[in-house]
């Protein structure tokens, strides 16, 4: 059996070395649907377009819908006030989430970043779920993209069908208006799913360490060997600090933009002059769902991992105990089978036995005491073993950092009451909220 994980460990590793995608490569779906979205750079040919698609749909279109369709003088009902906040949110957004995605892929490449080279090392099980999680991605993807596109089509198909203002338009009004709102959507979905990608393949690759932190916790059903478990547990340890250290810039970043985008957006339609209606605020309120929906997360994420990696600290205490009373046990069983067998293999006369300083008793206990000595100091040495790596895992507790703070259900509550402050304080000024 050995042999075997060994031999398949090998053609995976072999598998891994092949750069270019093949149809029986694991990555070619997801090559796949990723030059579908114009985010593909494994060329030069390629990395041109992704990098004019981004230009045009991430800044022209924003930039020229803006300066064309803005019309302070239209009929109130059919105003957009909000739409630069908006087209500014999600372009910052998406030239974040574009630029991480470029630096990811151009400095370690697709393998690499998706983990795809370590997976030589885990289980079978582990492979196959892995994959079977790279494949699915996509259709996650769609299940953050699709509901907010149908809602934005339907926002923006209301504001061109009933709009009012006459807007500049080239041969045809009809055909300007829909070739005006298709772009837009273009734009919209484009600047959303690089947002939504990112975010989805940092779940992905947290869901990874999730699946290798559970094969780990089997090492305590199966192996006693301290320096095994010590091994495995840096391994995965020095993963998860690879992963803070890549997406660190992200989260914080993508935390930043999120807040000031929504801090703007709050103090916008709060303010005594604005007047909110559910069409004039659409688009800030679906933008804002978009963006809470992607940080969201990437938090959660981060923090199911954390909460993860740091319950192995309960696993050890409870394998070290087991450990500690079934060796407790053994030394029971064993020291009445020791003294029964001295006490056979010693035949004394009565006379022998009745004297205290007897030669032949004084060997039979020092031959006794040697016997004992022995279980003894082994199991005091495993004991202290098993108590040093308990002491590691309390004081070297793994999980998801950004610049050194732990992102656990903690720091998720210090964020969280920190934006709750900042909330107040905008309502304090706006609507008097003290």
């Avoid at 509901?147 to 500049?168: D, H």
Wanted: net charge neutral; hydrophobic share 45%.
């Amino acid at each position: 059996m050995d042999a075997d994980a060994e031999e398949q460990a090998l053609l995976w590793k072999k598998s891994l070395t092949r750069s270019v995608s093949r149809a029986d490569d694991e990555l070619c779906s997801f090559r796949t649907c990723l030059r579908w979205m114009c985010v593909d750079q494994s060329d030069p040919w390629r990395t041109t377009l992704c990098w004019s698609v981004f230009l045009v749909l991430a800044f022209g279109v924003p930039i020229l819908s803006h300066l064309i369709l803005w019309c302070p003088a239209c009929d109130p009902k059919h105003q957009r006030p909000y739409d630069l906040l908006v087209e500014v949110s999600l372009t910052s957004i998406s030239t974040l989430s574009f630029l991480s995605l470029s630096s990811f892929v151009r400095k370690y490449g697709l393998r690499r970043f998706l983990f795809l080279d370590k997976l030589c090392d885990e289980s079978e099980k582990v492979r196959q779920q892995y994959s079977h999680q790279l494949n699915s991605s996509f259709r996650l993807l769609s299940c953050f993209v699709l509901p907010c596109f149908v809602v934005e089509i339907g926002y923006k198909a209301w504001w061109y069908v009933y709009g009012t203002a006459k807007f500049p338009f080239i041969w045809n009004a009809y055909v300007s208006d829909t070739i005006s709102c298709i772009l837009e959507l273009s734009s919209w979905v484009y600047r959303t799913s690089i947002f939504f990608l990112v975010c989805v393949l940092f779940q992905l690759i947290c869901h990874l360490q999730i699946l290798r932190l559970q094969d780990f916790t089997k090492v305590f059903q199966a192996e006693s060997d301290v320096e095994t478990i010590l091994r495995e547990h840096l391994r995965v340890r020095k993963q998860l600090r690879v992963i803070s250290h890549r997406y660190r810039a992200f989260i914080i970043s993508s935390l930043i933009v999120v807040t000031i985008s929504q801090f703007a957006s709050l103090l916008a339609t709060t303010r005594s002059t604005a007047h909110i209606n559910l069409f004039k605020a659409g688009d800030v309120a679906l933008c804002s769902v978009v963006l809470l929906t992607g940080l969201l997360i990437c938090l959660r994420s981060a923090v199911k991992i954390t909460h993860k990696a740091q319950a192995i600290v309960s696993h050890a205490a409870k394998w070290h105990i087991c450990m500690t009373c079934d060796s407790f046990e053994t030394l029971d069983c064993e020291t009445p089978t020791r003294v029964s067998a001295n006490q056979r293999v010693s035949p004394m006369s009565s006379s022998s036995a009745t004297e205290p300083d007897s030669d032949d008793e004084a060997a039979d206990e020092d031959d006794f005491d040697e016997d004992l000595i022995v279980p003894a100091l082994a199991s005091a040495a495993s004991f202290q073993k098993r108590q040093a790596l308990v002491t590691y895992f309390e004081h070297n507790r793994a999980g998801i950092s950004v610049f050194g703070l732990m992102l656990d259900r903690s720091s998720l509550h210090t964020v969280f009451g920190i934006e709750l402050s900042l909330v107040l304080w905008i309502l304090g000024k706006t609507v008097g909220i003290s």
